[in-house]
Nanobody
Framework: QVQLVESGGGLVQAGGSLRLSCAAS????????MGWYRQVPGKQRALVAAITPSGSTSYAASVKGRFTISRISAQNTVYLQMNDLKPEDTAVYYCHADRLLTGTGLVVDVWGQGTQVTVSS
């Protein structure tokens, strides 16, 4: 079974840093675009950062300059380094892959289970 497994969330004070990790598990040959989204209660899930297989990145305006997305394609792993965290960054963060090429075929629109990030003021 193919899945995305996130780790690294937690509680941090404003101005602090956290690093989220997301590993694709299962028989996976490659991953296409991957990204991190976040969601707070009562609001839609929103894109935070994305990265292509070649390493091109994009960021939401609210995190640009503070967050960095990276990936190790050979390990089908993506990271989100979050610096200078603010209380408004508090949310559940989800890892996402557009497409995963697996041993049994193509799997699309894959989500992780989410990891809570809480930033205290």
């Amino acid at each position: 079974q193919v899945q995305l497994v996130e780790s690294g969330g937690g509680l941090v004070q404003a101005g602090g840093s956290l690093r989220l990790s997301c590993a694709a598990s299962g028989s996976i040959f490659s991953a296409s675009n991957m990204g991190w989204y976040r969601q707070v209660p009562g609001k839609q899930r929103a894109l935070v950062a994305a990265i292509t297989p070649s390493g091109s990145t994009s960021y939401a305006a609210s995190v640009k300059g503070r967050f960095t997305i990276s990936r190790i394609s050979a390990q089908n792993t993506v990271y989100l380094q979050m610096n200078d965290l603010k209380p408004e960054d508090t949310a559940v963060y989800y890892c996402h892959a557009d497409r995963l090429l697996t041993g049994t075929g193509l799997v699309v629109d894959v989500w992780g289970q989410g990891t809570q990030v809480t930033v205290s003021s």
